[in-house]
């Protein structure tokens, strides 16, 4: 991962400089640089024999909710754990001197740790547990590893029981989409809002290889509006962006911030 300063292309501050209205379409390589694996990343440790695609699915959980639910409460302590990277701070910063909204696809709260204000989080949350069965917010207890909860004590994963509603007693589930849901509809109707009003988006750290979301940076291209690619690979974004930088989120953000002298 490159930790050396980079020297942005002119144009693509400028780009920035122009802009009035920033949509920030961020993936997990935004939290890469904070600790927090990619959803792509060999899964590490306990979770390594286990596809993060198949954990996330509404059949993992009937199958097995207490190994989906122990595998989330192992992602909410990882990310407890983790802070906000020199990128997420860059973006707030950006906030500054315009419009920027957040649009991301993480589950983790690192943008609002950060200070910025996310106005979509288009795969949902990990801190909003919500019931299974009615889908009332869950405010109760068991919503996270216990302290002194030493994880690396386990051979296997933690099966941890699901706590159950109270309105309902269904068991509560992680707020997050699994593969196969819809995504919330109030999420995607603010991300549309908000790159149809925006004049530049900036793209960071995803894949762009899942739907609907990767129609978001598209939908701006079809519109004629230039999209910024922030990424230390190729991404599937990457032949149709206005501009592919390579470089990443925690030193790519923080040099457009010095190049704009802001
Ligand atoms: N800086 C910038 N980009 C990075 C960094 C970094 N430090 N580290 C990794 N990347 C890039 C990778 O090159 C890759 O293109 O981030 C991207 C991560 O891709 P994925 O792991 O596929 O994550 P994401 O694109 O967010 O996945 C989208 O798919 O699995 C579902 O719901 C899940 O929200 C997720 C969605």
């Not at 990277?85 to 709260?109: E, W, Y």
């Not at 690619?229 to 599937?236: C, G, K, L, P």
């Not at 457009?256 to 002298?261: K, M, N, T």
Request: aromatic fraction near 8%; charged fraction near 20%; glycine fraction near 8%.
């Amino acid at each position: 991962m490159p930790t050396t300063p980079v020297t942005l292309p002119g144009d693509v501050v400028d780009l920035v400089r122009q802009a009035h209205s920033i949509t920030v379409f961020s993936g997990a390589g935004m939290s890469a640089e904070s600790g927090v694996p990619t959803f792509r990343d060999a899964q590490t440790g306990l979770w390594e024999r286990y596809d993060p695609a198949a954990l996330a699915t509404v059949d993992a959980w009937d199958n097995d909710p207490a190994l989906v639910w122990g595998w989330y409460l192992w992602r909410m302590k990882l990310v407890g754990d983790a802070q906000p990277n020199p990128g997420h701070r860059a973006i707030t910063a950006l906030a500054d001197h315009r419009t920027v909204m957040v649009v991301t696809q993480n589950v983790d709260d690192l943008h609002e740790r950060a200070g910025s204000n996310v106005i979509s989080h288009l795969h949902g949350s990990l801190f909003e547990p919500r019931c299974s069965g009615c889908s009332a917010p869950y405010h109760g207890t068991g919503t996270r590893l216990p302290d002194g909860f030493d994880i690396t004590s386990y051979t296997e994963p933690p099966r941890i029981d699901p706590p159950s509603c109270r309105e309902c007693q269904s068991p509560v589930r992680p707020g997050v989409v699994w593969f196969g849901e819809a995504l919330p509809r109030g999420a995607w109707q603010r991300a549309e809002h908000a790159i149809s009003g925006s004049d530049l988006v900036l793209v960071i750290g995803t894949s762009g290889i899942v739907y609907p979301a990767a129609e978001l940076p598209e939908r701006a291209l079809a519109a004629g509006t230039p999209v910024i690619e922030f990424n230390i690979d190729e991404s599937a974004l990457s032949p149709y962006v206005t501009r592919s930088v390579r470089t990443s989120a925690a030193v790519g953000l923080p040099a457009l911030l010095d190049a704009l002298g802001e």
